[in-house]
């Protein structure tokens, strides 16, 4: 199972890279694409929470132990980007911060809880595991592409931004094979699952959402819904079966 742990956290770690495909972009069409992609990611990330990671965790805790724990990632979340006084922005627009480099090491906290989580998933059972790294990447590769944006814009070099954008993202990696380990000494898994539907959340409610509602205009709303709800259907699609 280490293997596909593995595999899955390093091609969500090759995601960082797809800021390349961007170079010869004209900005009009860049906004355009992350601001569907992030439409679908927040669908998508609802759809695990709800439709998977909770089902799957209250199965084998407690209810109101497993919402408890939801309620702290969603909380350490929200702690964790109060902390580094970052949000990660999805437009080639966003204010640049002087705290570029305290960004990236707030990016690299998250992927590595992100391989944790991937870990967790695939300990329980494989086609979970598959479902959280889906759920991941499809918020990954709007926010890497909004990361890499950014970092160019706050004074990096394009090769800069990518290498610096993928040495963070390696860090789901480490955080995978952590937490492969930590989970194969202490049966924690459930808890682990209720925590990343709360970080889930968060990101969906806190950081997608509200770049979703800048814009006004009704056949992009519209447009934008319909992608919401496509990335549910999908979760909803992949659970039907799951026992």
Known sequence: MLEY????????????????FTIAMNDELFRKIIFFMVSFATGILIGASFLHLIPEAVEHVEAKAAMLVFILGFSSFYLLERILRWRHCHEDDCEVHPVTYLAL???SVHNFVDG??????????????????????????????????????????KKKALLFNFL?????????IFGFF????????????????????????????PELHKVAEFKRSAASFLFFVVGIFVMYLLSRGHP
């Open 116 to 157: 944790i989580v991937i870990a967790a998933s695939y300990l329980v059972d494989f086609k979970l595991g598959l479902i959280s790294t889906f759920a991941v990447a499809s918020h990954e590769l709007p926010q890497e592409l909004g990361d890499f944006s950014v970092l160019v814009f706050g004074g990096f070099s």
């Open 168 to 176: 963070t993202a390696l860090t789901a990696v480490f955080g995978a």
């Open 182 to 209: 930590l989970l194969k000494e202490h049966d924690v898994t459930s808890y682990l699952l209720a925590f990343a539907a709360g970080n889930f959340t968060y990101v969906a409610s806190s950081d997608l959402i």
């Open 105 to 107: 090491i707030g990016d």
């Open 5 to 20: 742990i593995l595999l899955s956290t390093f091609a969500i770690s090759l995601l960082s890279l797809v800021g390349i």
